[in-house]
């Protein structure tokens, strides 16, 4: 059965701090690997990954996706109160428009 | 740009009672989803449409939802009844899908409609 598996499920962290969120999958036909950010609303589209993008950057995110190991992380440094947020992967299948979404991290950014 | 609009944004509706939700994805997308999150879960997939067409419906559960995208543009997700197990956060999202050069599989989500069933 296909998966994808978030961890951790929760964190709290301070201001400042660096945090790593992971993701791993077992999917068959991979094609990509997105992360969303979700607050109260709608998920929100931050980074794809695919096997011609295995590393991608914005500002205090980055992530990188390693198709060996079929794993992801997500990068944040520097938290801020506004990163808090459920940080969501989603798996797209090959052939398909498939996604198929983990339980998500809730990241909490204390000030 | 426009985004995925959705509506209602929140819908309260007693149990048995017919529900239905609109969708207007992304001008040009031709892919269209319908979600399912409850809380504290990610998104579950319902339906998948390329153009007007349902390509994956297989997770719909067809006794109680159905759906349609008439003209490829918006969609309308209907439930009837609902039952207490329905209360959720239905998303719909857009993407531009397949025959499109330089293909970009990124979804872009609609705000969501919460549904409690009471």
């Known amino acids: 059965e296909d998966k994808v598996v978030q961890s951790p499920l929760s964190l709290v962290v301070h201001e400042g701090d660096t945090v790593t969120l992971n993701c791993s999958y077992e999917v068959t036909n991979f094609r990509s690997l997105l992360w969303y950010k979700q607050e109260k609303k709608a998920p929100t589209f931050l980074f794809m990954l695919t096997s011609s993008g295995i590393e991608k950057k914005s500002g205090r995110l980055s992530s990188i996706l390693d198709k060996k190991e079929l794993f992801s992380i997500l990068n944040i440094t520097a938290t801020q109160t506004g990163d808090s947020a459920v940080y969501l992967c989603a798996v797209g299948q090959a052939g398909t428009y498939k996604y198929i979404f983990g339980t998500g991290t809730r990241l909490k950014v204390l000030a | 740009e426009a985004g995925v609009v959705q509506s209602p944004r929140y819908k309260i509706i007693e149990k048995k009672q017919p529900v239905a939700f609109w969708c207007n994805p992304i001008?040009?997308?031709?892919?269209l989803y319908w979600y399912l999150q409850n809380l504290g879960q990610g998104p579950e997939l319902l339906i998948r449409?390329?153009?007007?067409?349902?390509?994956?419906d297989s997770q719909l559960p067809k006794d109680r939802f159905s759906a349609e995208r008439l003209k490829g543009v918006d969609s309308t997700l209907k439930i009837q009844p609902a039952e207490l197990g329905d209360s959720a956060v239905y998303l719909c999202?857009?993407?531009?899908?397949?025959?499109?050069?330089?293909?970009?599989?990124?979804?872009?989500f609609g705000p969501g409609t919460r549904l409690t069933v009471l």
């Open positions: 999202a857009s993407s531009l899908g397949v025959g499109t050069s330089g293909v970009t599989d990124t979804q872009y």
């Open positions: 449409y390329e153009n007007e067409e349902a390509v994956d």
């Open positions: 001008s040009g997308h031709n892919t």
